[in-house]
């Protein structure tokens, strides 16, 4: 599942600027202050890029089955509260470390990145970045890391699909389903059931975003 914030939208009485105001640069985030409890919008400290470091400026986040699991404190990792969810997004890359080579500023990119995802902005290795082909929308890239990153995980990492095997999928109709029939059939040439085709014919990727912008 995934949804779509726009943080210019937000209204301003959930801003509450408790983190040291007038200290440097601040941008705005969805903290989780307190586990079961909604979030809440506040402005946080920038602080600055290490030498494999990338600042983005966040447009989407996608929103996963994780980002709900972790807020509730049921997810295998606990951050230590307060925390910002989220952990894929698009944007536009601000800043770049000392060491980085694989983007450089104003690129439009897609990451993964440690529950910090759901905020104006957000930095990450550049590992977990790449680079957005021109035909493709920011708001389309930014549901691909978590759901393709997993099929390509299980697929070809785990499972070693070869070329003419068929994969099951027990589940084809939301984000991660889709996109396991998308790397089985059209990356690895594996066999998908028929049955499965014509679900992923019926529906759309399920994924909701989050839109910062
Ligand atoms: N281990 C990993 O690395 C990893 C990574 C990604 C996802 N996941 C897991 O994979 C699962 C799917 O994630 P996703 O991002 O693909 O979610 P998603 O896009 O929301 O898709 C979930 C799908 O399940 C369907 N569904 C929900 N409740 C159902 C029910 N009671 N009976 C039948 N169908 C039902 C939904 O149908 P509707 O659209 O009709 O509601 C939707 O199509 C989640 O459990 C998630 O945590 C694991």
Same mark, same amino acid.
Request: positive net charge; charged residues 20%.
């Given at each position: 599942?995934?949804?779509?914030?726009?943080?210019? %939208?937000?209204p301003? #009485?959930?801003?509450?600027?408790r983190?040291?105001?007038?200290?440097? $640069?601040?941008?705005?985030?969805?903290l989780?202050?307190?586990l @079961?409890?909604?979030? +809440?919008?506040?402005?946080? =400290?920038?602080?600055? /890029?290490g030498?494999?470091?990338?600042? #983005?400026? #966040?447009?989407?986040?996608? +929103?996963?089955f994780?980002?709900?699991?972790?807020? $509730?404190?049921?997810?295998?990792?606990?951050?230590?509260?307060?925390?910002?969810?989220?952990? *894929?997004?698009?944007?536009?890359?601000?800043?770049?470390?000392?060491?980085?080579?694989?983007? @450089?500023?104003?690129?439009?990119? +897609?990451? !993964?990145?440690?529950?910090?995802?759901?905020?104006?902005?957000?930095?990450?290795?550049?590992?977990?970045?790449?680079?957005?082909?021109?035909? #493709?929308?920011?708001?389309?890239a930014?549901?691909?890391?978590?759901?393709?990153?997993?099929?390509?995980?299980?697929? *070809?990492?785990?499972?070693?699909?070869?070329?003419?095997?068929?994969?099951l999928?027990? =589940?084809? =109709?939301?984000?991660?389903?889709?996109? /396991?029939?998308? !790397?089985?059939?059209? !990356?690895?040439?594996?066999?998908?059931?028929? =049955?499965f085709? %014509?679900?992923?014919?019926?529906?759309?990727?399920g @994924? !909701?975003?989050?839109?910062?912008?």
């Amino acid at each position: 599942m995934a949804a779509r914030l726009c943080a210019r %939208h937000l209204p301003p #009485v959930w801003l509450c600027r408790r983190a040291a105001q007038g200290q440097g $640069r601040h941008y705005r985030a969805a903290l989780c202050a307190e586990l @079961k409890h909604p979030l +809440i919008t506040e402005e946080v =400290a920038s602080r600055p /890029v290490g030498p494999q470091e990338v600042r #983005v400026d #966040v447009h989407f986040c996608g +929103i996963n089955f994780a980002d709900i699991l972790v807020c $509730r404190g049921q997810y295998q990792e606990k951050p230590p509260l307060p925390f910002i969810p989220g952990i *894929e997004f698009s944007g536009a890359v601000l800043e770049t470390g000392t060491d980085v080579s694989t983007v @450089k500023k104003g690129d439009r990119v +897609i990451g !993964v990145s440690n529950f910090n995802a759901m905020a104006e902005e957000c930095i990450t290795d550049q590992k977990t970045l790449w680079r957005i082909p021109e035909n #493709v929308s920011l708001q389309d890239a930014a549901v691909l890391p978590v759901s393709y990153g997993t099929a390509i995980l299980a697929l *070809e990492h785990r499972a070693r699909a070869q070329p003419g095997e068929t994969v099951l999928v027990t =589940a084809a =109709a939301g984000a991660t389903g889709l996109a /396991v029939i998308d !790397v089985a059939t059209n !990356v690895l040439r594996a066999k998908i059931n028929d =049955a499965f085709h %014509h679900v992923m014919q019926r529906k759309s990727t399920g @994924k !909701v975003l989050l839109s910062l912008k």
